[in-house]
């Protein structure tokens, strides 16, 4: 009897990434019953003024049919600046192998646009220090071959729209 194990998707407060560990990046892994795969994520080279840091989902179980187990995969923007921001939008998009289900949004934001392909969340004003993102139930179609790309936009920020790809 194969059985896959269970678990609640591990937050990675470790996952934010800065400007200064482009090099460094963290990692996230698939796992269930048979052998784990590790993926690097990829950031794309920001301006050094940008206030934010991306936070996603470091270790994860995939159950039956392909679905990460416990509430989904987790994207998110950290606000590291003492300053208010107006119109914040961040989207998440499938670039290979992955599927998207139901999505809540966190931090106080709104879910504008979801697709099984993208998912956006809003906030009118992301406050200091503050985060917004998204725990969206997903199914990765290929668990060894999977990554999704991040944009944000925003008003009062100096950093690029294009945030980089997060997978293996």
Do not use: E
């Not at 060894?144 to 945030?163: D, E, I, L, M, P």
């Amino acid at each position: 009897m194969n059985r896959m194990r269970t678990s609640a998707a591990v937050l990675a407060t470790a996952g934010a990434i800065t400007a200064a560990q482009l090099g460094l990046a963290g990692s996230a892994s698939a796992s269930s019953d048979a052998p784990s795969a590790s993926t690097a994520s990829k950031v794309a080279p920001r301006s050094a003024g940008c206030p934010i840091d991306i936070v996603y989902t470091s270790r994860f179980y995939i159950g039956s049919g392909g679905w990460v187990t416990g509430n989904g995969l987790y994207f998110g923007l950290k606000n590291k600046s003492n300053k208010s921001f107006k119109n914040v939008k961040f989207t998440v998009t499938n670039v290979k192998n992955v599927r998207f289900g139901t999505a809540k949004a966190k931090g106080g934001g709104k879910i504008t646009h979801k697709t099984s392909k993208t998912v956006t969340v809003y906030k009118k004003t992301l406050k200091a220090k503050a985060g917004l993102g998204i725990q969206v139930r997903s199914k990765l179609l290929n668990k060894r071959s999977y990554k999704v790309k991040f944009s944000v936009r925003g008003s009062g920020w100096n950093c690029a729209v294009n945030q980089g790809t997060w997978g293996a």
